[in-house]
C-alpha cells in the first residue's frame, strides 16, 4: 500500500479529491506521493485507487543516459506487482494501455487528483452540520424484540 513510506518517512491514507505531488523522499532512495504543499508526509493509495494527472504520465529511462519514457496517458490505478519478491518494489501504477510503470520510476514533480478510493476503502467521516445528527444503526439494547410466538 505504500512501500515508499515504510521506513523513516510519515505516512496517512489518500482520500477523494486529494491533490498529490510525485516526489523523492529525504530519506528514501525512492519516489511516491506526497500532498501538494506537504513534501514530508507520503500518501499511502489503496490498490484499486484511482489517479488522474494534470499532464501526460513521464517515468525515468530504464537506462540513465536515456531520455525520459512518455507515456502519453493520464489516467491510471493503483496496484501492487511483484509481491512474492520482499526486496522489490511493489508500488506501481497502471495505465489504461495496460502498461504498468513502478511510482519509484515516476518522473518528480508531477501532479495528480485521486479520483476515487477502492470499495469498501477507510475513509474519514465528515463532521455533521450544526444541529444535524448523525444516523446510523440503533444499538442492539433499543432494537425491539419480537413476541414470543405461543
Same mark, same amino acid.
Given at each position: 500500500?505504500?512501500?515508499?513510506?515504510?521506513?523513516?518517512?510519515?505516512?496517512?491514507?489518500?482520500?477523494?479529491?486529494?491533490?498529490?505531488?510525485?516526489?523523492?523522499?529525504?530519506?528514501?532512495?525512492?519516489?511516491?506521493?506526497?500532498?501538494?504543499?506537504?513534501?514530508?508526509?507520503?500518501?499511502?493509495?489503496?490498490?484499486?485507487?484511482?489517479?488522474?494527472?494534470?499532464?501526460?504520465? %513521464? &517515468?525515468?529511462?530504464?537506462? #540513465?543516459? $536515456?531520455?525520459?519514457?512518455?507515456?502519453?496517458?493520464?489516467? @491510471?490505478?493503483? +496496484?501492487?506487482?511483484?509481491?512474492?519478491?520482499?526486496?522489490?518494489?511493489?508500488?506501481?501504477?497502471?495505465?489504461?494501455?495496460?502498461?504498468?510503470?513502478?511510482?519509484?520510476?515516476?518522473?518528480?514533480?508531477?501532479?495528480?487528483?485521486?479520483?476515487?478510493?477502492?470499495?469498501?476503502?477507510?475513509? %474519514? &467521516?465528515?463532521?455533521?452540520? #450544526?444541529? $444535524?445528527?448523525?444516523?446510523?444503526?440503533?444499538?442492539?439494547? @433499543?432494537?425491539? +424484540?419480537?413476541?414470543?410466538?405461543?
Amino acid at each position: 500500500m505504500c512501500d515508499y513510506s515504510l521506513q523513516h518517512v510519515a505516512s496517512r491514507p489518500a482520500a477523494a479529491g486529494q491533490r498529490l505531488v510525485t516526489t523523492r523522499f529525504p530519506t528514501s532512495m525512492t519516489r511516491g506521493f506526497t500532498e501538494v504543499g506537504e513534501p514530508n508526509v507520503a500518501i499511502c493509495l489503496m490498490p484499486g485507487t484511482e489517479v488522474a494527472f494534470d499532464h501526460d504520465v %513521464e &517515468a525515468e529511462p530504464n537506462f #540513465p543516459l $536515456m531520455p525520459k519514457r512518455q507515456i502519453g496517458e493520464r489516467v @491510471a490505478r493503483f +496496484r501492487q506487482v511483484a509481491l512474492d519478491k520482499p526486496a522489490a518494489h511493489h508500488d506501481a501504477l497502471e495505465f489504461a494501455s495496460g502498461e504498468i510503470v513502478l511510482l519509484t520510476r515516476l518522473v518528480e514533480g508531477q501532479t495528480a487528483t485521486v479520483l476515487q478510493l477502492p470499495h469498501g476503502a477507510v475513509r %474519514e &467521516a465528515a463532521a455533521p452540520e #450544526p444541529g $444535524m445528527t448523525q444516523a446510523g444503526p440503533a444499538p442492539i439494547a @433499543a432494537t425491539p +424484540r419480537p413476541a414470543p410466538v405461543r
